[in-house]
């Protein structure tokens, strides 16, 4: 049996005028027409890509609303823990 391969991960950073700049895990940048990707995308969307082709094949991208979730949840805690470690008030430098 065939190893299935983990998708690639591009996050909808904005859309501009029926455009979707995607970013992906790797760093790169991606600029598409809105219309190509899946029904439902908008700006913060996290789009899984199968790992096949390069440059991704957009066409078989899918909305990953787990992901989604997990990653706001990560970045909650992460600025929970960094507001732990601040006194607040005024810095004295």
Known sequence: MAKQM???F???DRIESGY???IGDDGRQ???PLAS???GTTEGTILA???RTDPPAWSEAEIDAGER???LEEAQARLKKLRQ???GGDIIL
Do not use: I, K, N
């Open 6 to 8: 983990q998708p690639a």
């Open 10 to 12: 591009f996050a909808v």
């Open 20 to 22: 979707a700049v995607l």
């Open 30 to 32: 991606f600029e598409l």
């Open 37 to 39: 990707l899946p029904g």
């Open 49 to 51: 890509v199968p790992v």
């Open 69 to 71: 979730e997990r990653r």
């Open 85 to 87: 470690g601040d006194p």
